[in-house]
């Protein structure tokens, strides 16, 4: 490891851009599944991974730490802090079973009983948390040094303190992270751009059809950004009222070139454009099924989707099509749900 990098040190030209996204993992796959997902993800090509130390409830880095294990200097490693898991120690698993016994037992009483592992705790940005965070994802990950290394879920209110900016440097300076960034919603990250530059070198947002965060970024020469999202379970609503307005169905036809009640093709229209608005960053997907891994790289490699089909779903975008408009929905960043990927 040597000095501080630029966020174009991280992403260079001809990588895939495509990255895949941990949340998801422990949360249905066991241990074994969820690396055999990473490994399917890697030997289609893709080398960034995006975790955090709350995911998997504490455990998705240690997944990612087995698949790292001999490919280290092939992968790019993207981790946060700031919210840390559900305490996982033999005493507070105890509890749990308690917990649990007494709700089959007395639900009535049950339900007066906190949980003692069931709260993330949000906000953790203070020097010896985010210390103590990147010694932890350091371990779990088994390796020396983090590639990018982000703030998770943080406010302009959190990273007012000049401190947190000195420290991160000096994380860099030690070797400990390449780079550092900020992932968190495209409101704060404006803000944060804003007050402390410095620190959204790397913004990580949710971007898609439905929002076009990506486009309320002030991207500067040099800067990398990655998004999330690209589907959400606002997918299924959309090829919902597709399905139930023909109107609607037939002009997405003719604006795209495809059948518009072909989930498999429209999904990955979807993917395409992500990657189209974002061509010098990166974009996240998940997916528990490798025939959706490899349908997803094909997309970010071959360029499967013209350029006349981007230009129909910016038409589509640009003349508020009905199915669009879909109720904004507050992303719970706490509740994990079944990663979103090419089909259902």
Not at 13 to 18: A, F, H, N, S, V
Not at 168 to 194: E, Y
Not at 240 to 256: E, G, I, N, Q, V
Request: aromatic share 4%; glycine share 8%.
């Amino acid at each position: 490891m040597t000095g501080p990098i630029t966020p174009a040190d991280i992403l260079p030209p001809g990588m895939l851009r495509l990255g895949f996204g941990c949340a998801g993992l422990l949360h249905g796959p066991g241990p074994a599944e969820s690396l055999r997902l990473l490994e399917a993800a890697f030997d289609c090509g893709i080398t960034y991974f995006d975790t955090a130390r709350m995911y998997g409830n504490g455990g998705a880095e240690a997944v990612l730490g087995a698949l790292a294990k001999g490919r280290r200097d092939r992968l790019i490693i993207a981790t946060k802090a700031g919210i840390t898991p559900p305490d996982r120690s033999l005493g507070t698993k105890a509890l749990n079973r308690g917990a649990r016994l007494l709700n089959r037992l007395s639900p009535r009483l049950a339900k007066h009983l906190r949980s003692p592992a069931a709260d993330y705790r949000l906000g953790m940005f203070a020097l010896p948390d985010l210390r103590r965070s990147l010694e932890k994802s350091l371990k779990e990950l088994k390796t020396d040094y983090i590639d990018i290394f982000l703030l998770h879920e943080c406010t302009e209110t959190d990273v007012s303190d000049g401190e947190i900016l000195g420290l991160l440097d000096l994380l860099v300076a030690q070797g400990k992270i390449r780079a550092f960034g900020i992932a968190t919603s495209v409101d704060q990250a404006a803000a944060i751009a804003q007050s402390c530059p410095e620190l959204s070198r790397i913004v990580q947002v949710d971007s898609n059809v439905w929002n076009l965060n990506i486009r309320r970024l002030a991207v500067r020469p040099g800067d990398l950004t990655i998004t999330h999202s690209t589907l959400t379970t606002r997918f299924r609503e959309l090829t919902s009222r597709l399905r139930s307005d023909p109107r609607s169905a037939s002009r997405w036809k003719s604006a795209l070139g495809i059948d518009a009640l072909d989930t498999q093709a429209l999904a990955r229209l979807l993917l395409a454009h992500a990657l189209h608005l974002n061509q010098h960053g990166a974009v996240l997907f998940s997916s528990y099924n490798p025939s959706n891994i490899r349908t997803s790289v094909n997309v970010a490699k071959h360029g499967v989707i013209t350029a006349e089909q981007i230009a129909g779903l910016d038409a589509l975008i640009r003349d508020n099509e009905p199915a669009l408009r879909l109720e904004e929905v507050h992303r719970d960043y706490l509740r994990v749900a079944k990663p979103h990927h090419i089909s259902g």
